[in-house]
């Protein structure tokens, strides 16, 4: 074969390539998005564990997307029986991801949490890393305050983009509020950290189940976490927010 034919026929079999490859990037993604939609009844209706499943089939086929992808890049122009390299397939961010249980937290609440961290509330309140990440914590004990975000796994109830906190009759955006009823059940609260005993961090009151997975750590700090020019959002508007602000921070009335 002379060297226009075999570059005519490189090229014809470079085209069909393209074509086939291109074709089950389109047909992978349109699996990843039905398996979505469903992913979103099933957390909806709480169905844990079948959605935690869903997601693990969604990562691998966005894997399998970045892995399409790179052979379609690497279909390069052949010279002297050695293939050009290409630029690396630039990864897609994959739509759900998979988060790392890190400890658990060990609260008095068993059947009832609070609202808000109540932070002289009567108990114990600890925080268990796994042993394996222990190490994280060193000097961690040095700060006053700590953020713990944690997995709110006993949550229950639809996910609705409407929210009425249960302090009040208004009714707001989800994300103008702090209800537990999101498309990513976490946990955010700011606890005092009184002291830390080995793997265990001995905290304040924290508004969390007993055996609730914990996600991170992240020290608090006064000067970048303390925002003196913060207000009230739309509880400003509110005729009665003095008894609102009671309800948020957990102070029996």
Do not use: C
Request: net charge neutral; aromatic share 10%; proline share 6%.
């Amino acid at each position: 074969m002379n060297k226009k034919a075999q570059k005519k026929s490189e090229e014809t079999g470079k085209k069909r390539f393209r074509l086939l490859l291109d074709y089950w990037i389109k047909h992978n993604q349109e699996h990843a998005s039905e398996l979505e939609k469903w992913l979103q009844q099933l957390e909806a209706e709480g169905w844990e564990a079948s959605a935690q499943e869903l997601q693990e089939a969604i990562k691998l086929a966005a894997g399998m997307n970045r892995h399409i992808e790179g052979a379609l890049n690497k279909l390069s122009d052949r010279k002297e029986g050695k293939r050009t390299s290409s630029p690396p397939a630039v990864k897609e961010i994959p739509s759900n991801f998979n988060l790392k249980k890190i400890g658990t937290i060990h609260t008095p609440y068993k059947n009832f949490a609070p609202y808000q961290p109540r932070e002289n509330d009567e108990g114990e309140f600890i925080i268990e890393v796994e042993p394996a990440y222990e190490a994280g914590l060193n000097r961690l004990e040095e700060f006053s305050y700590i953020y713990v975000l944690y997995y709110l796994h006993r949550r229950s109830g639809k996910i609705s983009l409407k929210a009425r906190p249960p302090w009040t009759d208004q009714v707001v955006g989800l994300f103008a509020s702090r209800s537990p009823h999101r498309p990513n059940p976490i946990g955010l609260s700011v606890v005092r950290l009184e002291r830390r005993q080995g793997n265990n961090l001995f905290v304040s009151g924290l508004d969390a189940f007993d055996g609730t997975p914990l996600l991170d750590l992240k020290p608090y700090l006064q000067e970048l976490d303390s925002k003196a020019d913060a207000d009230y959002g739309w509880l400003n508007g509110s005729e009665d927010r003095d008894h609102l602000l009671l309800h948020i921070k957990g102070i029996p009335h």
